[in-house]
């Protein structure tokens, strides 16, 4: 257990749909990141956030949102859902900004029919 | 263009023998350089991290070398085991805005008995 909680660990949901995807950081870890992985591509950065504030942003579509709480879990929202957004969606947290040396949540595995 | 390349893409072995797994990069300024362990459908497990002036790092039977002069790395597995089995993914961190990481594609090894 790497400490980092992700819920659901599938989802399957027809498209043009909208779905909420969880993360819990580990204890005293202050930055998120979310991360897409399709089918045989590499991991593709999202977003991070840190302490409540969007830090980065990476290929994020429009479609896609997400926030951090004053409790520090972030949550993932998927719009419009379509086929090629089936992937595993990865969160990671870090204790500090820079992200060096962060750790990976287990993963929700997204399947839009 | 900031890139992470990895080779090879595949790689089957024998349990008990070693192997050697390359990135090459062209990250520029270069921060530091991450090489990830990644089960099938888990998320990614960091193995080492290394800065601009180390040139090795050891976790167990996995030693990562770098070359900054010639931007390669290298992650030698030794004594491979079953449980080597998984998806090897050099990361590079940008040292410019937002410390950005970029990913390769990583080298799928399987160790077969």
């Known amino acids: 257990d790497s400490g980092v909680t992700q819920t659901p660990k599938h989802l399957i949901t027809a498209t043009g749909q909208r779905v909420t995807l969880r993360c819990s950081p580990r204890?005293?870890?202050?930055?998120v990141y979310w991360y897409q992985q399709s089918l045989d591509q590499g991991l593709q950065f999202l977003i991070q956030?840190?302490?409540?504030?969007?830090?980065a942003k990476g290929n994020i579509l429009e479609r896609f949102s997400a926030q951090q709480f004053p409790d520090l879990h972030s949550e993932l929202n998927l719009s419009s859902l379509e086929l090629g957004d089936s992937a595993l969606y990865f969160c990671?947290?870090?204790?500090?900004?820079?992200?060096?040396?962060?750790?990976f949540g287990s993963g929700t595995r997204l399947t839009v029919v | 263009k900031n890139q992470v390349e990895q080779s090879p893409q595949s790689l089957i072995i024998l349990e008990g023998k070693n192997c050697t797994l390359q990135c090459n990069y062209t990250v520029s300024p270069f921060s530091n350089l991450r090489w990830y362990k990644q089960d099938t459908g888990r998320g990614p497990v960091s193995l080492t991290i290394m800065t601009f002036s180390e040139n090795t790092k050891s976790n167990g039977r996995y030693t990562a070398t770098l070359d900054a002069d010639t931007k390669q790395s290298s992650l030698h597995i030794t004594a491979s085991q079953l449980s080597d089995s998984a998806s090897y993914i050099c990361v590079v961190g940008h040292a410019g805005n937002n410390r950005k990481l970029i990913w390769g594609l990583g080298t799928s090894l399987a160790v077969n008995p």
């Open positions: 956030y840190y302490n409540g504030e969007e830090r």
């Open positions: 204890s005293g870890d202050l930055s």
């Open positions: 990671a947290s870090s204790v500090e900004a820079a992200n060096y040396g962060y750790t």
